[in-house]
């Protein structure tokens, strides 16, 4: 097992390893000693895979459990479900000193998040996320969210949960679009801030070691929210590809998943990088051979113009500016405070090229 500290202004362990949704129970006891109630919020899916292997290991435990079971997908962080988790908080009398456990992908690790954030004013909760994107990028860091019908995550807190398990048995359950999906975050990941990711992106699949390359992200994204845990900097270098990926992901009515939607918004800031000759063309070769290899698009039928003005709604838009990740060199990015209009310009070359 491979375990990541994260020191932020909560404290907590990032646990990578096999087996340890069998280990759930024990590892909540130990942090938790006082608390009586575990609540596992799930989505359907999931909780036909790993629920009845959770609730045993919290049973084992002595929790008293209650499930809270989402439909799968992004349609399903909305306030509706927000409201609908706290209420069951509420009439399962969960109090303080008790726990939520996010069981399952993105989605799943914000609603609850965000519930543990604003539930009672704040209580303890775990990541045990399934999903490859999910270990790799959301469970870590403490951003929660619920999406708005103007735009994704834009209500939520930055609360850190209290440990983060992941178990990568789950990943033999995805089917291979979702796990390729996590692969996207890895590979913005190599992008970011390191070629030695990429290139074991590049080797055959039976020779990727999962787990430490999951721990190689992880440690990235630490090193980066240790510096700016509120997001109002260097944290934004996590947004590569996010900001075209989150405007195509509400256009197609989250019918493209996070996954695919970031891909295609690196592929088009890479391609407006290399011809503005803000980054060398070897990395737009990489990047293109990586998409390729794990199946993930480079293009969208979006428009240009449609795509920059659901861009408008993004949340790192600070009036009339905004701020953007440049790629500038195989595994360096730079941050851009640009005017909105520019963003136009990059939008339109990356997609036309
Ligand atoms: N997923 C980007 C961040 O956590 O800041």
């Known amino acids: 097992m491979i375990k990541v500290q994260v020191d932020l202004r909560r404290s907590y362990d990032v646990m990578i390893g096999q087996g340890l949704l069998e280990a759930l129970g024990e590892k909540v006891r130990t942090l938790l000693p006082d608390a009586e109630k ?25 929790f008293e459990t209650k499930t809270f079971s989402i439909a799968p997908g992004e349609m399903s962080k909305n306030s509706d479900q927000y409201i609908s988790l706290l209420n069951a908080l509420a009439k399962e009398k969960v109090t303080r000193t008790d726990v939520i456990i996010a069981l399952g992908g993105g989605v799943v ?6 519930a543990a954030a604003t539930y009672l004013r704040g ?24 999406d708005l019908p103007s735009g994704k995550n834009l209500a939520g807190a930055f609360y850190q949960p209290h440990l983060v398990l992941c178990d990568i048995a789950a990943l033999h359950t995805l089917p291979e679009h979702v796990l390729n999906e996590g692969y996207a975050e890895i590979i913005k990941y190599g992008m970011l801030s390191s070629r030695d990711i990429l290139e074991q ?4 699949s039976s020779k990727v070691d999962i787990a430490s390359l999951i721990a190689d992200c992880v440690t990235i994204k630490r090193d980066i929210v240790r510096e700016d845990e509120l997001d109002t900097g260097k944290r934004q270098l996590l947004n590569l ?9 509400r256009l197609s009515g989250y019918g493209i998943s996070h996954g ?7 592929a088009i800031m890479t391609r407006a990088a290399v011809i503005k000759a803000a980054c060398p063309p070897e990395c737009l070769e990489v990047l293109s051979r990586l998409l390729a290899h794990y199946k993930l698009p480079d293009r969208t039928e979006f428009s240009a113009e449609a795509l920059f003005s659901a861009a408008l709604n993004d949340k790192k838009r600070a009036g009339s500016m905004i701020t953007d990740v440049i790629p500038v060199a195989l595994g360096e990015t730079r941050l851009k405070k640009m005017p909105i209009e520019s963003l136009q310009g990059w939008i339109e070359t990356g997609w036309l090229s």
Not at 42 to 57: E, F, K, M, P, R
Not at 241 to 249: F, L, Q, R
Not at 260 to 266: K, L, N, V
């Open 201 to 204: 992106l590049l080797q055959p």
């Open 38 to 62: 575990a609540v596992l919020v799930t989505d359907d899916n999931v909780a036909a895979l790993y629920q009845d292997i959770a609730l045993q290991s919290l049973h084992h435990e002595r």
């Open 241 to 249: 590809g996010h900001t075209i990926g989150h405007a195509i992901e």
């Open 109 to 114: 690790g914000d609603l609850a998040g965000f």
């Open 260 to 266: 695919f939607a970031i891909s295609i918004g690196m």
């Open 123 to 146: 209580i303890a909760y775990i990541q045990v996320p399934t999903t490859l994107l999910a270990m790799v990028d959301s469970s870590v860091g403490g951003k929660t969210a619920i």
